[in-house]
């Protein structure tokens, strides 16, 4: 059985573009995102049908970008719990609060979902070296999910990232470039050898299927909260892809007749040290300017010249949302505050959101009644 999938289509010109080969950016330099035919997908399944299946993040077969379903590479990602915390809620002063713990996926983050479907649809086209640039936790997920597939990895990542995920990517046999500087610098280091020895480019939205298995994260939040939205989504964006595909998925689920009522507010939390989604937002830009000097204790957020800038303040515009940004100290207090309202042990990029609670509710971004998720994206270990 094919996928559901009809094209590829830029999102900065429209152009619509086949999906069964390889492709990377649209000759403008806009990212490709995966459109469905959501009629075909409506016709042949259910929300029983998904309720009744076993198996993480493919559950959602038919909404990823998968032809062959044999042909999926997996290590049980997804179906991570969405845990209420009445204390949390409560401290804070909102109706509800759930914690997405998307620590809980193999190799300890939500990256774990985009490599699945980045690799499975590499895979598929017939890709050999997978390469990548990554502030640390998207090469250690692509070289699990390239291990897997017996495909080889090439991963650059800045030197001064945390060991062990250096350490990680070595182990799993990826081959791995330490650069001086950031993953802006990680990534020219990589287009070098994309460009010499034709690896198939895996970077961030490079390649038009990460989001894919990203934006499960926003179909499992609806489903575990019986199929209706929350009133707000707080995440923490480096480059923003996952909650681009939040956007998406909860676009296609509304369109789907699945869930009813209005998306939620799309929220971002970035550091104050590396904070260019949140500048450009709260200057009513269209694009965001590169980040000088970026630095934070939460690595992964370490990302200066997010290249779905465009989409990203989309998608919060377009849900209502809004753009917080939070000091390195409040984000490890919040981290401790997490952990002890409800023994979750998130990263600093994971605890983030946490730590956007309450500037967010005296800011009146959300209310006394909101039922409110906070993704954890990673976790501590
Ligand atoms: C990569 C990463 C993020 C940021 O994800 P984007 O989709 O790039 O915004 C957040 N948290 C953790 C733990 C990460 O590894
Ligand atoms: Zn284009």
């Known amino acids: 059985m094919p996928s559901f999938v009809e094209r590829l289509s830029c999102s900065r010109c429209g152009r619509a573009f086949g999906h069964l080969e390889a492709r990377h950016l649209c000759p403008c330099g806009g990212p490709l995102l995966v459109d469905y035919d959501l009629e075909q997908v409506r016709a042949a399944v259910g929300r029983e049908d998904l309720e009744g299946r076993r198996g993480g993040m493919w559950r959602w077969r038919e909404l990823l970008p998968v032809e062959d379903p044999s042909a999926v590479v997996t290590l049980g990602e997804g179906g991570t719990p969405l845990l209420a915390s009445p204390r949390l809620a409560a401290g804070v002063g909102v109706g509800e609060l759930y914690v997405k713990d998307d620590g809980r996926n193999p190799t300890g983050t ?17 890709a050999a070296d997978l390469a990548l640039p990554t502030a640390g936790n998207a090469g250690v997920a692509w070289a699990a999910y390239g291990a897997a597939a017996g495909l080889p990895v090439h991963v650059a990542m800045p030197a001064d990232a945390p060991g062990p995920l250096q350490e990680a990517c070595r182990l799993l046999g990826a081959e791995l ?21 034709g690896w198939y480019d895996a970077g961030t939205l490079r390649e038009p299927y990460r989001i894919e298995g990203k934006k499960t994260l926003g179909f499992e939040i609806a489903e575990q909260l019986g199929w209706r939205f929350p009133d707000a989504v707080v995440y923490p964006a480096g480059g923003g892809v996952g909650l681009i595909g939040m956007w998406r998925a909860f676009a296609q689920l ?24 949140v500048r450009a937002f709260d200057r009513g830009a269209d694009r965001a300017e590169p980040w000088e000097d970026a630095r934070t204790v939460a690595h992964g957020l370490r990302v200066p010249a997010p290249l779905g800038d465009e989409l990203v303040l989309r998608a919060i515009r377009d849900t209502g949302g809004t753009a917080v940004a939070v000091p390195d100290e409040d984000i490890l207090r919040a981290q401790r505050q997490l952990a002890r309202a409800t023994g979750v042990l998130a990263s600093a990029e994971g605890a983030a959101p946490a730590a956007a609670l ?6 009146g971004d959300l209310g006394p009644g909101d039922r409110v998720v906070v993704v954890n994206t990673g976790a501590l270990l």
């Open 110 to 126: 939500f990256k774990a979902r985009g490599a699945a479907a980045g690799v499975t649809a590499a895979a598929e086209r017939g």
């Open 177 to 197: 470039a330490l650069v001086d500087g950031l993953i802006s610098d990680a990534g020219r280091a990589i287009a070098d050898g994309i460009e010499r020895h």
């Open 254 to 277: 509304s369109a789907l007749g699945w869930v009813a009522g209005a998306p939620p507010r799309l929220i971002i939390v970035q550091s104050e040290g590396c904070a260019p989604l």
């Open 358 to 363: 309450g500037p967010l509710r005296e800011r």
